[in-house]
């Protein structure tokens, strides 16, 4: 009977094919990887002397003043109080994850003009200044880890930064000014700034 | 019309009778019994065998159902329901009435010629001592269906001839009117190809004895009955494909309305079943759902107005698909008989004189062979007709012996002939026997026949004697080679002459010497490399290949052999008309697509009314989709449904008359098709509902 | 809608039309068995399979054996997965701990992965042990595309043969595809994506001290290997919850493009070995031109879309330059993440850059619609095709019936047989599709898995059925799956891949048999732009036109509400 005769063939192949694509080929490209390129392999961490300051490419939760703030984040973690339950817990990198807010939920209306009330408190001159709110600052990103903010939204926090620090507004500018990714060859990509890289190098300006 | 019957109008041959009974196809006789018949045919058991009617019966029984009880229980004003309902079941009249239109013609030809059959009698004798049977013989009359295959008849003159068989003895002409529709009577005779008579035909003179070849019920006329009729119509393969089609998208649609109550419920909507079952009606493929068969029925029905008799709807569609067609050369590229087409003196003698000579030793020629000599020399020289006995000339008529012929005018011996056997006659010494010979070879080479003529000794010279290629034969090839269908030439010819008939009239290709195996060789390997082939022929040697050829066309006049083995039978025994056959089979098809084509593209503009109708009341916004601006939802509604049946009978025409064929290329033709059908099965709905929207709306209908 | 945003989809498509006929090349020698040069090197492990299987390659069976060993091999993988996904906790390879799957899941993502779904009920980082992920999904990764392009070679091989019983060998195809094709590109892919920053290591996850001094741990893996067969295979299961949006999946516009062309590489290869295998390259540019066309058709609507920030945010008061930028990442911007959904979902790859969920209505319409159309838009590898080659034998019975002949699609009849086999493969889809989003939306535990009310909530349950029955695998992923969902998107998985696989498989049979009718000019060509436009036609009305009620309750009210302010 066909059926019988197919088992051997199917199970041996299975095992063989099993072997190479899911032992062989990732082990191989792992054991390339950290040889030829380590630190990417590991995963572009950024050591700090002693501690790992985080992956240049996980953005962080930005809180303080001093700092340019990411884009909101729609991770959750446990609760630390009660670990069954789960509480927002932005840039949680163990757990990825998004709003997927319906574009015409009550919900995902009322979480924007939130944001959007935090964002104009925290730049009282920039909204003075009558500068538009870049969408980015408002919204939440699709991986909750977004490294990167809009030059737009960098530009914004500029004036902020510049009184918290008290450094010349130009200083503050020309460095997110330095600090933009141009799209690959002029139009691969869209122009970002990644805020840690930014913030490091704002930290930098002190030392 | 060409079947003879005393209610229809007959007229004879192919294109003008066909155009004539275009106009009357909805003639008021057979509009009355077609109505009748559309409401017969509501019974399910008919309607099942068309799955899309079929389910819009259903649906349409339910709604009536609910409307019922929705009156009797009363509430609701039920207005605009039994509007819907209405037009429900007039969808499935006019599909049956489209159908029922199409059968009519058929029926009222069976009628009549069933009753042809039914009044004979038959004289069947009874065999003599020695086993044999005599024209003298005794004989019990019986009626023609209690006739028994063997059986032996004795048909006389002004005798109907009972049932199909075979002539054994005697010969007789017989009027073949009733089944061919050409008055001039056939002579049949035993033995030979003309043995064939024909159930229903007439002996007007002499008398032969005839042994019964089918049992009643399959006989020639039984046959034409049943197809006339279309009782026994099966469904032709790619009418089977296509109703699987058409049920597939039938099915379809069943999931996507069956779902929407659900999907409204959601949305804390309401929807009435009613409205869904317009909305399913509207969507499914009911318009060539109801033309389906209507269209395979007028197509055969073409196909017998056309004369020519198939014997299954297969062999219809079969034609429409023929890649090669074998074509015998004589009768049907050529025209039958070699004509004279020049004349070539030896050196030494006009042209003239050579047809004045030519023209004497004809003039009581009666081959046509004979004859075109004399119109030659009449249309080249002015050489007029002599009167012989004015002449004192005396015929010296062909014999085996001499094969020659001639005139002898006093001591004058004019005789043409073979150029061999005038040489030999004359011998070899006399002048000019090089040139003759090299002469007549030449125009051996270009596919003539050479006949020498000679005035006592002297050699005159040749007359050419050519087979005519028939007038329009090479656009005629033209065509087919646009349509894709290659042409084969079938003759006895020799290759050189075979070669050169082939060039003049433009046939794709030739088989030479043909003998009856080499032509079901031709058509097996033909076959093998995927393609179908249609062939015309009448001869019992025809039979094996007749039987091969995926369209066989048997000629009436031919055997009883033959007319078995073909799959279709040209009661005009006209070879040529092959070429039509397969413009009707591929009308059939093309009718076919069109009106699924027209059918599925009017889908978007019925969404297009019903959707927002369907939606609005718990989705305001949804009436921006309502692009026709139709007054209400229920006049939408409304609109798409009566749109939807009203298509159908504007269609029957159509369906009947088919998609008009033209023979270009297939991309040329679908571009066409698809610009007609396919857009404008887009567009045409958009206005028609409108139209009837602005209709309701005014009447006050909802 | 910026000029860098055409150029990207301009540079997108002019990529994807020059890889069509290398692959194609390549892929007609892997699969006709003829020479080539990885034959040389990987050979003898080829050979070395065939005599531990105790096969001989050369032997090939007819479509019923053929499909018996395809359901054979899909059975013992779903068994293996399904087993695996259960004990992982007591199994080597767990560096973070992972306990066992629950039943529901575990039958639920091995079905997903076998018919290369890639539905993800579950956030990669948070369920899988790195063995799961090994051993479980990316061996599933490889050998379910590689089972799809074996099917479409075994149907090309029923058009191009005359008179024949066979249609080729499954367990020679599937060793080949995967030795010759898959593992060589995704060798390439993997130590690409390692460069460009994609993690591929064996340890658990890293705790760092941020800036601010708080505590952040991020998950690693061996993601590069896993995200180069994803995307080549067209498979879309993501290491990571949010898959290609990660940025360690991710992390740059460059992965993204690659990724992207990754996705069709396959897909439009297969046409092209289409081409070659049926002696007529122009068949397969034909198949490629309908496909390019609505693809470029979707791109553009999606990018239109994505390109307009959302109406209710914009009012109020937030700058509209960048487009609806929710459930984006920023180093994307709008055109990548609106022509990686359009890609994703012309393909049945599944993974997402972006939430779909959170695009506009119109935009998260698109990635819909081209799954309802059956993902024949260069589609899953093998499967893109031979789902688009049942649109064109429809669209061929149509067009040969308005010539008027006995419709033939390269010189094949199409018959009554071949017919019914394509309309229950076609049937399946919007049988399922919409059968279950009906039943989904009404008992409570089908209701109680939305995010959200409304029209939306509505596409949500619509999107999942689709996705699942098109074996895409993207989801309006603000669905949680409660059981009741992995059961029925189960069903609809196996129906959507066995009930199309089988009929195909049997026209592939039929075709092989018959004899095959060499070209006049009374037959349709179908290698012409009236062919392109007509197939086209067929997909969007034979394909399109069932959901159209479902669109109009779903996207369509959702967009216009939207336009009037209406909030759900």
Known sequence: ?207 | MALHLPHSEATHGGRSSEHRSQSSLMQASLLLPAITESFRKLDPRIMWRNPVMFVVEVVTILTTVLLVRDIIIGGTHPGFAIQINLWLWFTLIFANFAEAVAEGRGKAQADSLRRTRTETLGKRLLANDDGGYSHFGLYEQIPAPELAVDDIVLVEAGDFIPSDGEVIDGIASVDESAITGESAPVIRESGGDRSAVTGGTRVLSDWVIVRITAAQGSTFLDRIISLVEGAQRQKTPNEIALTILLAGMTLIFIFAVVTIPSFVHYAGGHISVLILVALFVTLIPTTIGALLSAIGIAGMDRLIRFNVLAMSGRAVEAAGDVDTLLLDKTGTITIGDRQATAFVPVSGVTEHELADAAQLASLADETPEGRSIVVLAKEKFGIRGRDMNALGAHFVPFTAQTRMSGVDVGDRHIRKGAVDSVIACLGEAVPSVGQIRQIADEIARQGGTPLAVADNTRLLGVVHLKDVVKGGIRERFAELRRMGIRTVMITGDNPLTAAAIAAESGVDHFLAQATPEAKLALIRSEQASGKLVAMCGDGTNDAPALAQADVGVAMNTGTVAAREAGNMVDLDSDPTKLIEIVGIGKQLLMTRGALTTFSIANDVAKYFAIIPAMFVGFYPALSALNVMHLATPESAVLSAIIFNALIIIALIPLALKGVRYRPVGAASLLRRNLLIYGIGGLIVPFIGIKLIDMLVTSIGLA | MLFHGWVTIMAFFICVVAMTRPLGGFLKRVLEGEQHVLGRIIGPVERGIYRAAGIQEDREQSWSQYAIAVIVFKVICFIAVYTLLRFQGVLPLNPNGMRGVAPDLAYNTAISFVTNTNWQSYAGETTMSHLSQMLGLTVQNFVSAAAGIAIAAAVIRGFTRRSAASIGNFWADLVRTTLYVLLPICVVLALLFVLEGVPQTLLGSVTASTLEGTRQTIALGPVASQEAIKMLGTNGGGFFNVNSAHPFENPNALTNFVQMLAIFALGAGLTNMFGRMVGRERQGWAIFSAMAALFLVGTVVTYWSEAHANPLLHALGIDPSLGNMEGKETRFGIVGSALFATVTTDASCGAVNAMHESFLPLGGMVPLVNMMLGEVIFGGVGSGLYGFLLFAIIAVFMAGLMVGRTPEYLGKKIEAREIKMTMLAVLCLPLVMLGFTALAVVVPSGLSALSTSGPHGFTEALYAYTSAAANNGSAFAGLTANPFWNVTLGIAMMVGRFFVIIPVLAIAGAMAAKKTAAPTPGTFPTDTGLFIALVTGVILIVGGLTFLPALALGPIVEHLAMLRGTLF
């Open chain 1, 1 to 207: 009977m066909t059926l019988i005769r197919q088992l051997r063939p199917a199970l041996v192949i299975f095992g063989l094919l099993s072997l190479l694509t899911g032992f062989l080929y990732p082990l191989s490209m792992t054991a390339i990887s950290s040889v030829l390129m380590p630190n990417k392999a590991a995963g572009s961490l950024i050591h700090d002397g002693k501690r790992t300051v985080g992956s240049v490419l996980i953005g962080q939760n930005f809180t303080q003043s001093r700092y340019f703030h990411g884009r909101p984040s729609a991770t959750i973690g446990a609760d630390p109080a009660d670990p069954t339950k789960s509480v927002p817990t932005p840039y949680n990198a163990a757990a990825s994850m998004a709003s997927n807010a319906s574009p015409t939920s009550k919900a995902l209306v009322e979480r924007v003009a939130a944001a959007l009330t935090q964002v104009r408190a925290e730049n009282p001159e920039a909204v003075a200044a009558d500068w538009p709110i870049p969408m980015d600052l408002v919204t939440t990103s699709a991986s909750g880890l977004d490294p990167d903010i809009s030059p737009q939204a960098a530009f914004f926090q500029v004036k902020r930064i510049a009184r918290v620090r008290n450094i010349p507004e130009e200083t503050v500018r020309q460095l997110v000014e330095h600090m933009i990714t141009h799209p690959l060859m002029g139009w691969l990509g869209e122009p970002h700034v990644n805020v840690l890289e930014l913030n490091m190098a704002l930290d930098a300006l002190h030392r």
